[in-house]
């Protein structure tokens, strides 16, 4: 969404192979195919000669929601070291998004900006998320990487390295990448440290066939008694990403619902806010959920990437750019080799302690931009204007990949 799960518990008991078993092993297993898992099975294959497999629990005609993501400078920066071509396919068509304003539903400006005032050369582009994940499927087949669809994953052992599917089969690995998600069943089965924090928010989301409401800028509107908000950004010139978020609880996961319960959300909304959120044919609820930074993100010769690591609130629209930059620092940590598991097990821990500092502080600022956001009681205009100050709130989207893929 952006500014602009499933926990299983111990580790699944040991069982007898069952007469179909997976025999086949590669040297890296990625579980799960959403941005990060793709991204990371591209920059293992580019930077490494290890066989990579990614095991994706669906069909894979569900893995993508019909929604956008907004597409930050430390995005971009990461999926043109990935793949400069992929980058530009994506890139292709999208209306570069100029400028950002917040607004109260009465009209009132809160704050606005240029992104310009950052950096010069800021790039800020909404990207439908299905677009991101077909580039990377096709990359990474391109490869080779082995992507396993309809293998869902019960839970991972990290002392023998060993996968257990559903079916009732095993998998062997090298290395294993938790990349499932923000309710992980890998990070389940490593580190046991509980259901990521649910936050009292739910969260709309669609695509609709019209011209921005405000051309090339990133826009909120705050209602004036409540804490409901709602964000544009411009995807093409006659295509727009939408979301509102409000308080509330929402069932795991993400589910479809009709126009009619955000438009009661937006009483007290504009007339063309409402109106693009009615004429959007599908409309995506979900739940809102987070993690405090944690120091721990794997063992032995597993670890984790993306929202199974460092799931973090939306508000900032960082979760994929920060599950592209974890794939490039992964495979940096294990180009030298990492060839035994020792070494492995090394640089894995390499790869975490390099993260974690940066993801730490982008996980925080997310979830205070979205205290501040949807703040119960008005909030002083000069509190909110600092805290939307840009060079302050944005500063995180520098980023200097960690290696150069051919």
């Given at each position: 969404?952006?500014f602009?799960?499933?926990?299983?518990?111990?580790t699944?008991?040991?069982r007898?192979?069952?007469?179909?078993?997976?025999?086949?092993?590669?040297?890296?297993?990625?579980?799960?195919?959403?941005?990060?898992g793709l991204?990371?099975?591209?920059?293992?294959?580019?930077a490494t000669?290890?066989?990579?497999?990614?095991?994706e629990?669906?069909?894979?005609?569900?893995?993508a929601d019909?929604?956008?993501i907004?597409?930050w400078?430390?995005?971009w920066v990461?999926?043109?070291?990935?793949?400069r071509?992929a980058?530009e396919r994506?890139?292709?068509?999208k209306?570069?998004?100029?400028?950002g304003k917040v607004?109260?539903?009465?009209?009132?400006?809160i704050?606005?900006?240029?992104?310009e005032?950052?950096?010069?050369?800021f790039e800020?582009r909404?990207v439908?998320?299905?677009?991101?994940i077909?580039?990377?499927?096709?990359?990474?087949?391109?490869?080779?990487?082995?992507?396993?669809?309809?293998t869902?994953?019960e839970?991972v052992?990290?002392?023998?390295?060993?996968?257990?599917v559903?079916?009732g089969?095993t998998i062997?690995?090298?290395?294993?990448?938790?990349?499932?998600?923000?309710?992980?069943?890998v990070?389940?089965?490593v580190?046991k440290?509980g259901?990521?924090n649910?936050?009292?928010l739910v969260a709309y989301?669609?695509?609709?066939?019209?011209?921005?409401?405000?051309?090339?800028q990133a826009?909120?509107?705050?209602?004036d008694?409540?804490?409901?908000?709602?964000?544009s950004?411009p995807?093409?010139?006659?295509?727009?990403?939408?979301?509102?978020t409000?308080?509330g609880t929402?069932?795991?996961?993400?589910s479809?619902?009709t126009s009619?319960?955000p438009?009661?959300?937006?009483?007290?909304?504009?007339e063309d806010?409402?109106?693009l959120?009615?004429?959007?044919?599908?409309?995506?609820?979900?739940?809102?959920?987070?993690?405090l930074?944690?120091?721990?993100?794997?063992e032995?010769?597993?670890?984790l990437?993306?929202?199974?690591a460092?799931?973090?609130?939306?508000?900032?629209?960082?979760?994929?750019?920060a599950a592209?930059?974890d794939a490039l620092a992964?495979?940096?940590?294990?180009?030298?080799?990492a060839?035994?598991?020792?070494?492995a097990?090394?640089a894995?821990?390499?790869y975490e302690?390099?993260?974690f500092?940066?993801?730490?502080?982008i996980q925080?600022?997310s979830?205070?931009v979205?205290?501040?956001a949807?703040?119960d009681s008005p909030?002083?205009?000069g509190?909110i204007?600092?805290?939307?100050?840009?060079?302050?709130?944005?500063?995180?989207c520098?980023?200097?990949?960690?290696?150069?893929?051919?």
């Open positions: 969404m952006g602009c799960g499933l926990s299983t518990g111990a699944p008991a040991r007898a192979c069952p007469l179909v078993c997976h025999a086949s092993s590669s040297d890296v297993v990625i579980v799960g195919s959403g941005i990060g991204a990371a099975g591209v920059a293992l294959r580019k000669n290890k066989s990579v497999a990614v095991l629990r669906s069909g894979g005609e569900d893995i019909g929604t956008s907004s597409v400078p430390n995005a990461a999926l043109e070291a990935l793949d071509d980058c994506l890139r292709s068509g209306v570069l998004v100029e400028s607004v109260k539903a009465s009209g009132k400006v704050s606005s900006w240029s992104f005032q950052v950096w010069k050369g800020l909404a439908p998320r299905q677009e991101i077909s580039e990377l499927s096709t990359l990474a087949t391109e490869l080779g990487v082995d992507i396993r669809y309809n869902s994953v839970g052992d990290p002392w023998s390295s060993t996968i257990y559903e079916d089969s062997k690995a090298g290395i294993i990448v938790g990349a499932d998600g923000a309710g992980s069943r990070r389940s089965s580190l440290d259901s990521p649910v936050s009292p989301r669609g695509i609709v066939e019209e011209k921005a409401i405000s051309t090339c826009l909120q509107v705050w209602d008694s409540s804490p409901v908000r709602f964000g950004v995807i093409t010139e006659d295509k727009m990403y939408w979301f509102v409000a308080p929402a069932p795991r996961g993400t479809f619902v009619e319960e438009l009661q959300l937006l009483d007290n909304f504009p806010v409402r109106d959120v009615n004429k959007s044919k599908k409309i995506y609820r979900n739940g809102v959920v987070d993690r930074p944690s120091l721990k993100w794997g032995e010769t597993v670890t990437l993306g929202d199974a460092h799931p973090m609130a939306p508000n900032l629209g960082q979760g994929a750019a592209l930059e992964l495979a940096s940590a294990l180009q030298l080799g060839d035994d598991p020792n070494s097990k090394k894995l821990r390499a302690r390099s993260r500092m940066r993801v730490s502080i925080l600022r979830r205070g979205s205290t501040l949807h703040w909030l002083p205009a509190l204007s600092v805290a939307f100050f840009p060079p302050l709130v944005f500063n995180h520098k980023y200097t990949p960690p290696l150069k893929l051919p």
